[in-house]
């Protein structure tokens, strides 16, 4: 079966690593760069660019533009970063690339990423600190098809799964069910696999390929990671550094942020068109389907209407996540997870 390029571009993202760190080769290596980095960027300001009086900004996305970014977008289309003196650049995430590696090592100011990477990423040795909330809950989820007898994550006992290799969302769902039947196979970067076989049961996002599965034919059900428990934030992040340094900065990339989000949920359509610019593999079809499933399910909003809630995070959702990764074993040494999250930015 042949997949639209956006579908494979999107796929690609949910199921590759979203940082090589995963790889504990390059722990070493990454954590000696960012050392180095500290020290020649050290007094290194954001001043305002000659001639503009702004102060540049970049900021690293996880993958292509795509609507799941559209707060940042809209922020920087209506002029929600100058209006706060910010000349924001917003950069795709190159093939291969970790977004960890580009903001330690400097070349990013401010990336994208999840609450749990933040924690990984912490113990082994790269301080990172989560700065505000892009998404209140992950968004990634099992797709089945309607006839499944899968109806809850404890139903997967026996079952095969297409997952993320080392996935620990998996990991948390076999320790909390004490699932001992459950197998996993790599994931691939189609769905067609999913459409022809009426068992099949792949790791997805729900913004994205239950789209396709249904153009495509198929009569598809979905179960939300977070709705079993593991439910880390997505998040803005930036190093420890930036963030003492640039404490003002930060605010106010925050702002015009969640500014750029709540517009985007009230009428995503100009930035989805400029989007489409940016990235065409895309589809407006698949835009406003995308749009949609992220205000229906309150991933950025939280399920608050006003849009009072977006970028905030809460120091008891932190905790949650840090004592059910030490449970997990993923954490590789003791950290605060106090010091990893700044709530102030948000408030």
């Known amino acids: 079966m042949a997949i639209n390029k956006r579908h494979v571009s999107f796929v690609s993202r949910t199921f590759q690593p979203r940082s090589t760190l995963k790889s504990t080769r390059f722990l070493p290596l990454v954590a000696s760069l960012f050392l180095f980095v500290v020290f020649f960027n050290g007094c290194r300001a954001n001043q305002p660019a000659a001639g503009t009086g702004l102060a540049p900004l970049r900021l690293q996305l996880d993958w292509y533009p795509q609507p799941e970014h559209g707060g940042f977008y809209t922020a920087q289309m209506l002029g929600y970063y100058k209006a706060e003196g910010l000349n924001v650049t917003i950069s795709p995430l190159p093939q291969y690339g970790s977004v960890a590696q580009i903001v330690a090592t400097g070349r990013a100011d401010i990336g994208l990423g999840s609450s749990d990477q933040i924690l990984e990423w912490n113990s082994n040795a790269l301080p990172l600190v989560a700065i505000a909330a892009t998404m209140q809950h992950d968004p990634q989820a099992i797709m089945l098809h309607k006839d499944s007898p899968i109806h809850d994550f404890k139903d ?192």
């Open 156 to 347: 997967l006992q026996g079952h095969t799964i297409a997952a993320q290799t080392g996935a620990t969302w998996l990991k948390y769902v076999i320790s909390r069910y004490n699932l001992h039947q459950v197998r996993q196979i790599p994931s691939t970067l189609s769905i067609a696999n999913f459409l022809a076989d009426p068992n099949y049961v792949q790791q997805v996002f729900i913004t994205s390929e239950p789209y396709f599965a249904k153009q495509a034919g198929a009569d598809v059900r979905t179960l939300l990671i977070s709705s079993s428990g593991y439910d880390p934030y997505r998040v803005q992040f930036t190093t420890r550094d930036f963030a003492a340094q640039h404490s003002d900065v930060v605010a106010k990339f925050v702002h015009a942020s969640i500014r750029g989000w709540q517009q985007y949920l009230r009428d995503p359509d100009p930035t989805n068109a400029y989007l489409l610019k940016l990235n065409p593999a895309l589809n407006p079809a698949q835009e406003s389907y995308t749009a949609q499933a992220l205000r229906d399910g309150g991933f950025i909003s939280g399920g608050d209407a006003t849009g009072a809630r977006v970028g905030r995070m809460s120091a008891e959702r932190w905790q949650s996540s840090y004592e059910q990764l030490k449970a997990l074993g993923i954490l590789h040494s003791t950290i605060d997870p106090t010091t990893i999250y700044a709530l102030k930015y948000a408030q």
